[in-house]
């Protein structure tokens, strides 16, 4: 007769597993002897030894009882119902783990290739880390709204990118964003070359976005994000009201002409 420390020894457990199998009805208590500890016998032994076998094989504590009870059949029905959930499992973790992977990258966790070569090129053409990384945020948003548009805008924003007007602005706004003061004539440049930049969109047609643009929500959320980032573009959308605009993600033209 084995003590629960012999009990637990032979059968590659711990003491405190072998309680908590008896606090859950998986496995007898043995009556005690006259000194008042638990003695064991062979049988137990046997079924401690099933419990942890299918324990480690990753069956649930809460089926086993009923599995150690089952005929052939339905044990192997089980094994196999239990089979397809580790299946799942081992899929989901293998996406979590390709997920993990790519957090080493970054922005290309959340973006598509496409909007990584963008935010690349305006770097190269001098745009601060501050300001590349307030259109990061941005087309994040744009990208979890409209997932399948996003590959047909970006040839057209990276070919504006030789604008020479679109590149004053980007220097602009990186001067503006990485200065601790309010340049109130940088934001007064800023604007004019924004509207002058509107006002030629908005005749040659490519200001229209279709049925887009009648989703109001996520261009609220951008300009939002916009004034959360930097206080100065609430600055700078006054100025482009001014001049005859609304917003800054969705550029509208206010009725009447500019002031």
Not at 15 to 32: D, K, M, N, S, T
Not at 78 to 89: G, S, V
Not at 163 to 186: H, K, M
Request: proline share 5%; charged share 25%; net charge negative.
């Amino acid at each position: 007769m084995l003590t629960i420390s012999q009990l637990a020894a032979y059968a590659g457990v711990t003491v405190r597993a072998v309680r908590h199998y008896h606090q859950i009805g998986l496995l007898p208590e043995p009556q005690r002897d006259a000194s008042g500890y638990r003695r064991y016998g062979a049988m137990a032994v046997v079924s401690l030894i099933k419990i942890r076998t299918l324990a480690n094989a990753g069956v649930p504590l809460s089926e086993i009882g009923q599995m150690l009870e089952a005929d052939v059949a339905t044990f192997a029905a089980a094994i196999q119902r239990i089979d397809n959930h580790l299946c799942e499992e081992i899929e989901r973790l293998e996406t979590s783990r390709k997920q993990i992977a790519q957090l080493a990258a970054g922005d290309r966790l959340t973006l598509p290739p496409v909007v990584i070569a963008y935010l690349d090129r305006l770097r190269e053409i001098g745009a601060s880390e501050r300001l590349v990384e307030g259109e990061r945020d941005g087309w994040i948003l744009m990208a979890a709204r409209w997932p399948d548009r996003v590959h047909e805008w970006m040839p057209g924003k990276t070919a504006q990118l030789d604008d020479p007007q679109l590149l004053r602005l980007y220097r602009l706004l990186s001067e503006i964003f990485e200065s601790d003061v309010s340049d109130d004539a940088l934001l007064e440049e800023a604007a004019d070359i924004l509207a002058g930049l509107a006002e030629q969109a908005y005749r040659s047609g490519e200001i229209d976005l279709g049925e887009v643009a009648q989703d109001d929500l996520p261009f609220d959320l951008l300009d939002a994000l916009a004034v959360e980032a930097d206080p100065r573009v609430g600055r700078l959308l006054d100025l482009m009201r001014e001049r005859g605009w609304a917003g800054l993600a969705r550029l509208e033209r206010l009725p009447g002409p500019p002031d």
